[in-house]
């Protein structure tokens, strides 16, 4: 294989960085540059290597995340740190900066889609649906920061919401938020729309009357 076909292989298919072709091959990276700005002729095309990223198995995860938060007030929504919190919590071993890169990146894509005047319309009939979320959120009590689980319940049309706050996200604290939160807000909406609850099923049954809630 020739020098100039192992540098354009090296840094078009496989990303290497100049200074590193320099390193291997022993050319000056201003000579490196200037092969790989000349024209060719017959020279392979090759497609970049497509490595799997430790954050491609939580990124349906993270969209649900997104999008359900663009649902909510502005101050109520997670930030990148908050979302890096919170994925850890749910197994997520990787970095901070793979999960900050995915939230700039669908943000840039939702704009751009905004702005080409796409959009997904959400209405609801009162008594339809609620929502439902955990955040993690920290107190001080006692003089001592800790970290505490607040359940989030919303009415999807009224947009009128109750906020529990627990120690941890166990299937009683949850059974517990919903308890409160159906009392607190009058009754039982038809459907429940879920952010994400890790290991959780629920069923809700009610009679017609309690779930014709008017709020």
């Given at each position: 294989m020739s020098m100039l076909a192992k540098i354009r292989r090296m840094h078009f298919r496989d990303g290497v960085p100049l200074r590193d072709i320099a390193r291997q091959t022993?050319?000056?990276r201003n000579t490196i540059r200037r092969w790989l700005r000349e024209p060719t002729t017959g020279e392979p095309k090759y497609p970049k290597r497509v490595n799997d990223s430790v954050i491609d198995p939580w990124?349906?995860?993270l969209r649900l995340w997104l999008v359900a938060d663009t649902t909510r007030p502005r101050r109520e929504r997670r930030s990148a740190?908050?979302?890096?919190?919170?994925?850890?919590?749910?197994?997520?071993?990787?970095?901070?900066?793979?999960?900050?890169?995915?939230?700039?990146?669908?943000k840039k894509a939702r704009d751009a889609g905004a702005q080409r005047g796409a959009f997904v319309p959400l209405a609801f009939e009162y008594g339809e649906a609620f929502q439902f979320d955990w955040s993690c959120e920290y107190v001080f009590i006692g003089g001592l920061r800790r970290r505490i689980e607040v359940a989030h319940?919303?009415?999807?049309?009224?947009?009128?919401?109750?906020?529990?706050?627990?120690?941890?996200?166990?299937?009683?604290m949850l059974f517990d938020a919903h308890a409160r939160a159906f009392v607190a807000l009058g009754g039982v909406p038809r459907r429940g729309i879920y952010d994400f609850v890790a290991s959780h099923?629920?069923?809700?049954l009610c009679p017609d009357s309690f779930c014709a809630l008017a709020a």
């Amino acid at each position: 294989m020739s020098m100039l076909a192992k540098i354009r292989r090296m840094h078009f298919r496989d990303g290497v960085p100049l200074r590193d072709i320099a390193r291997q091959t022993g050319l000056s990276r201003n000579t490196i540059r200037r092969w790989l700005r000349e024209p060719t002729t017959g020279e392979p095309k090759y497609p970049k290597r497509v490595n799997d990223s430790v954050i491609d198995p939580w990124s349906e995860q993270l969209r649900l995340w997104l999008v359900a938060d663009t649902t909510r007030p502005r101050r109520e929504r997670r930030s990148a740190t908050q979302i890096y919190e919170d994925l850890r919590a749910s197994g997520y071993d990787g970095s901070y900066d793979r999960v900050s890169a995915f939230v700039r990146n669908w943000k840039k894509a939702r704009d751009a889609g905004a702005q080409r005047g796409a959009f997904v319309p959400l209405a609801f009939e009162y008594g339809e649906a609620f929502q439902f979320d955990w955040s993690c959120e920290y107190v001080f009590i006692g003089g001592l920061r800790r970290r505490i689980e607040v359940a989030h319940m919303k009415l999807a049309a009224s947009r009128a919401f109750w906020l529990v706050a627990y120690p941890t996200q166990s299937h009683e604290m949850l059974f517990d938020a919903h308890a409160r939160a159906f009392v607190a807000l009058g009754g039982v909406p038809r459907r429940g729309i879920y952010d994400f609850v890790a290991s959780h099923k629920i069923v809700v049954l009610c009679p017609d009357s309690f779930c014709a809630l008017a709020a």
